[in-house]
């Protein structure tokens, strides 16, 4: 069994408007059987932290990502929007979804679509 976890959860760049206008949510994820990773932190985030419009933050099991042209063709199907780093990491680095997180990691979510 996965012990709890402490993990600094951040959102960013009008992200932080669909959570109250909280930017900084300091959280501790209960022990579960398997692993935390990102897609279970998401699943997270949209039952105890998300406030309103979860189609602008997640879609499917996954963001709204910023998709990189090298790896276009495996999130073709998901809408430019959310750009994500652990530990200061783009988040394509690390495995995307399947990053198993540690204790004290820190997730930012970052918002690149502003309103003009």
């Excluded at 990773?37 to 985030?45: A, F, G, M």
Aim: proline fraction near 5%; charge should be negative.
């Amino acid at each position: 069994m996965a012990a709890p976890l402490s993990v600094e959860v951040e959102f960013g760049g009008g992200a932080e408007l669909l959570f109250d206008g909280v930017k900084k949510h300091q959280v501790t994820l209960p022990g579960q059987e398997e692993p935390w990773d990102i897609r279970s932190l998401l699943v997270w985030i949209k039952k105890n932290l998300l406030k309103e419009r979860p189609e602008l933050f997640i879609q499917g099991d996954s963001v709204s990502c910023h998709s990189h042209p090298a790896t276009h063709h495996r999130l073709s199907r998901r809408r430019p929007g959310i750009l994500v780093l652990v530990n200061d990491a783009d988040w394509e680095l690390l495995g995307e979804l399947d990053y198993q997180l540690q204790d004290q990691d820190s997730v930012l979510f970052i918002s690149t679509l502003h309103g003009g």
